[in-house]
C-alpha cells in the first residue's frame, strides 16, 4: 500500500497495532529504532487489508481505448463479458464512447463476448491477478448495463 493509502486507513491501522499489543509510544520508537520491524507490521497491516478487500470484490473493470473487460465474480467461478468497439473515433475510457457503445450494440461496430471461469486456484488470489494485470475494482454499472442488453435481446 502506498503512504497515502495508510494515511486514509489510519483508524484502522490503530486497531490493528492494538491487536498486536502496540501503543503508540512504541510505534514511535519502533519507527526510530527498527525500521525493519515496522516494515513486516505495515506489510502484515496491508496484507489483511486486501485480504478483505478480495474477499468482499464482486466486480473488477479493464477498460482501454477500444475493449472492456467486465468481471462479476461469484464464490465458485467468475463470469467475463467483452466489448470490443471497432470504431477509432471512439474511446470506451470516457462516458461518451462508452454510451456511443451502448447505443450500437446490435451494429457490426461493437463486438460483444461472454465467457465463464471456474476458479482453478484460491478465488481471492484469481482476483489479485487479475488487479495485477490491470484490472480495478469496479461498482459493476457497465456489467449491468451490458447484462440488461442481453436480457433484452433474449426476449
Known sequence: ?????????????????????????????MKREKPSLVEEELDLFS?????????????????????????????????????????????????????????HLQENAVELMISEKVFETDREQEIFDLIQQGCTLSDGQRHRQLDSFFKTTKK
Not at 500500500?1 to 520508537?29: N, R, V
Open 47 to 103: 496484507d489483511l487489508i486486501w485480504g478483505k478487500t478480495l474477499k468482499k470484490a464482486v466486480y473488477l473493470e479493464n477498460t482501454a481505448v477500444s475493449q472492456a473487460f467486465l468481471f462479476e465474480i461469484g464464490t465458485e467461478s467468475m463470469q467475463l463479458r467483452v466489448l470490443r468497439c471497432n470504431n477509432a473515433d471512439v474511446d470506451l475510457t470516457n462516458s461518451e464512447g462508452w454510451e456511443w457503445a451502448l447505443q
Open 1 to 29: 500500500m502506498t503512504k497515502e493509502q495508510f494515511e486514509t486507513l489510519h483508524e484502522e491501522f490503530a486497531k490493528f497495532l492494538a491487536t498486536q499489543s502496540i501503543d503508540q509510544p512504541q510505534w514511535e520508537e
